[in-house]
């Protein structure tokens, strides 16, 4: 990649993928208000809810320098797991279904790869999902982990901004 300029310019999106239809999909969507609020004081940061978009993604994640996915995950762990992922441990082509919707997420992060516009860095932060029953709530044990999701998702931006 050779878009690295200094640290302080660098911009980091944040991006909330998931289908808030069903229930603990929509980890990612239910987090982004109280990450607007725990990541205030960083001018550099992006948050956008990507929600079910697919394709129309590909400009936000091409034009981050670091980029943060956020994500339910199903990794076989127990719901409420936190799941870390980064760089090319994420699936950018049709391979294992991680959610109900990520095909369309895969795509938009193949495309930036052919592209060769991949952002320096990217980590996939989720959450393993208890339930995914239609519903717009979700399960009592995800909601429980929202803080330490934004702990890490924090700490992260953090990491990135030093």
């Known amino acids: 990649m050779t878009k690295l300029k200094?640290?302080?310019?660098?911009k980091i999106s944040i991006l909330g993928i998931g289908n808030i239809l069903y229930s603990d999909e929509g980890v990612a969507?239910?987090?982004?208000?109280?990450?607007?609020?725990?990541?205030?004081?960083?001018e550099n940061v992006e948050i956008i809810e990507g929600a079910t978009d697919g394709m129309r993604l590909l400009g936000p994640v091409e034009e981050a320098d670091y980029l943060l996915i956020i994500d339910a995950i199903n990794?076989?762990?127990?719901?409420?797991?936190?799941?870390?992922?980064?760089?090319?441990?994420?699936?950018?082509?049709?391979?294992?279904?991680?959610?109900?919707?990520?095909?369309?997420?895969?795509?938009?992060?193949?495309?930036?790869?052919?592209?060769?516009?991949?952002?320096?860095?990217?980590?996939m932060i989720g959450v393993q999902p208890e339930s995914l029953v239609l519903g717009v709530e979700l399960s009592d044990t995800v909601r429980?982990?929202?803080?330490?999701?934004?702990?890490?998702?924090?700490?992260?931006?953090?990491?990135?901004s030093n």
């Open 6 to 10: 200094n640290k302080q310019t660098n």
């Open 29 to 42: 969507i239910h987090v982004l208000p109280l990450l607007e609020n725990a990541l205030a004081g960083f």
């Open 75 to 123: 990794a076989g762990e127990a719901g409420g797991t936190l799941i870390t992922i980064s760089n090319d441990d994420i699936p950018q082509y049709f391979g294992v279904k991680m959610s109900i919707h990520q095909v369309g997420f895969q795509e938009v992060l193949f495309a930036s790869k052919i592209r060769d516009k991949l952002p320096n860095e990217m980590v």
């Open 144 to 160: 429980a982990v929202l803080p330490d999701l934004v702990i890490a998702v924090v700490e992260q931006v953090k990491k990135w």
